[in-house]
Structures are given as structure tokens and as C-alpha cells.
Antibody
Framework: EVQLVESGGGLVQPGGSLRLSCAAS????????MNWVRQAPGKGLEWVSY???????HYADSVKGRFTVSRDNAKNSLYLEMNSLTAEDTAVYYC??????????WGQGTMLTVSS | QSALTQPASVSGSPGQSITISCTGT?????????VSWYQQHPGKAPKLMIY???QRPSGVSSRFSGSKSGNTASLTISGLQADDEADYHC??????????FGGGTKVTVL
């Protein structure tokens, strides 16, 4: 079964840091461009970051300079290092694989809450 | 990059057709064939329904179709069914490089 499983979410204080992970199974992560997409409670989806299978990287303006995306093809995994977190970063974070200019595979999401 | 504009809600009776619009600009929706649509049931991950403006992934019902005119893309659901009740999100690639989503549309089956 083709699957993405995120982990690493939790409760973090404002200004804190956290690392999210996304493990792929049933397919090779390196065959997809990979993204992080988040959804604040009761809100729409927001694209966060992109890493191509050649490691070309892009970020949304809202996280640029604070978040770092990386991938380890040997571990079939994707990561998101998040620093200087604020309440506005509170959301469910999904990893998503894209091909043909669309997010074809999604994980189930991991919740990040930034609060004191 | 500003979010794409979708209606907050659309409703229809079983068997009817509904259309959800998604309006952007010449820098995103109108720039290339890179609009996609996602269905999201409560508490679940989004699911790809349409890609490259009009293409339907394998396994997605032919009742779902996509179209585009200028800076506005549309998703039509024909033969509305109870399980179609969900949130629908449009998304477009935006130059120079980002992805922009709409605010989401809640579809209610009456």
C-alpha cells in the first residue's frame, strides 16, 4: 500500500523549535517531488515548502528563513525543521508527494500546537 | 501570494449538478494548466480529484470534471451523492514558484 506517515507534532512554546518527519512506504520517495502543506484549525490549506527529487527547494514567504525542508532518500523520508515558532504556525501539517503539477499522495497529518 | 477565491458553500439535492468556482490571476490560475482540486472529508487528509485543470486521476468518478476559462477554474460534480458532502479546495501553481490554495468550499447535499 502506498502510504505517507507523518510524525513529530506536538505542543511547543512560542519561539520554540520542532522537527517533523514523513516516512514513505509502498513506493520510493525519490520518485516524487515532496511538499509540506498545513491547515490551521477551521481554515483552508496552505502550501509550506517544496523539495524536488533533485533537491531544488522553495518555501512560502510565511515560513522562509524559519523552516528548513530536507529529504533522506536512503531512509525514504522527508523532514521539516521548524524554528522561531509562533501561534500562527499552529496547524495540521501534511506531507504530500507531487507529480503532474498536483499533490497526488497525502499523509494523514500531524498536529502542531504553538502555545504557552 | 494571495489565496484563490472560492465560494464558502455550495449545496444541491441528490442527483443534481453543482459547480464550484475558483478565481485567481494571470500569475497563477491563468498562467498555465496547473490547477488541481482536492476533496476533504472531516478529519481526513485531502484527496486529489482533478489535476492539470481537467484531468481525472485513475479511480476518481467520472461525475467529477474540471474546466477553466481565463483566470477562473471550475469543478463540476454531476449526479450529486451523499458521500460527495465534503470540503473542496482548489490549488494552482503560481509564478515564480509557489502553490496557492483557495479558502475551500463546503458542499452540502440537501
Amino acid at each position: 500500500e502506498v502510504q505517507l506517515v507523518e510524525s513529530g507534532g506536538g505542543l511547543v512554546q512560542p519561539g520554540g523549535s520542532l522537527r517533523l518527519s514523513c516516512a514513505a512506504s509502498g513506493f520510493t520517495l525519490s520518485s516524487y517531488h515532496m511538499n509540506w502543506v498545513r491547515q490551521a484549525p477551521g481554515k483552508g490549506l496552505e502550501w509550506v515548502s517544496y523539495i524536488s527529487f533533485t533537491n531544488d527547494i522553495h518555501y512560502a514567504d510565511s515560513v522562509k528563513g524559519r523552516f528548513t525542508v530536507s529529504r533522506d532518500n536512503a531512509k525514504n523520508s522527508l523532514y521539516l525543521e521548524m524554528n522561531s515558532l509562533t501561534a500562527e504556525d499552529t496547524a495540521v501539517y501534511y506531507c504530500a508527494g507531487d507529480r503532474d503539477w498536483a499533490f497526488q499522495i497525502w499523509g494523514q497529518g500531524t498536529m502542531l500546537t504553538v502555545s504557552s | 501570494q494571495s489565496a484563490l477565491t472560492q465560494p464558502a458553500s455550495v449545496s444541491g439535492s441528490p442527483g443534481q449538478s453543482i459547480t464550484i468556482s475558483c478565481t485567481g490571476t494571470s500569475s497563477d490560475v491563468g498562467s498555465s494548466n496547473r490547477v488541481s482540486w482536492y476533496q476533504q472529508h472531516p478529519g481526513k487528509a485531502p484527496k486529489l480529484m482533478i489535476y492539470e485543470d481537467t484531468q481525472r486521476p485513475s479511480g476518481v468518478s467520472s461525475r467529477f470534471s474540471g474546466s477553466k476559462s481565463g483566470n477562473t477554474a471550475s469543478l463540476t460534480i454531476s449526479g450529486l451523492q451523499a458521500d460527495d458532502e465534503a470540503d473542496y479546495h482548489c490549488c494552482s501553481f503560481a509564478w515564480p514558484f509557489s502553490w496557492v490554495f483557495g479558502g475551500g468550499t463546503k458542499v452540502t447535499v440537501l
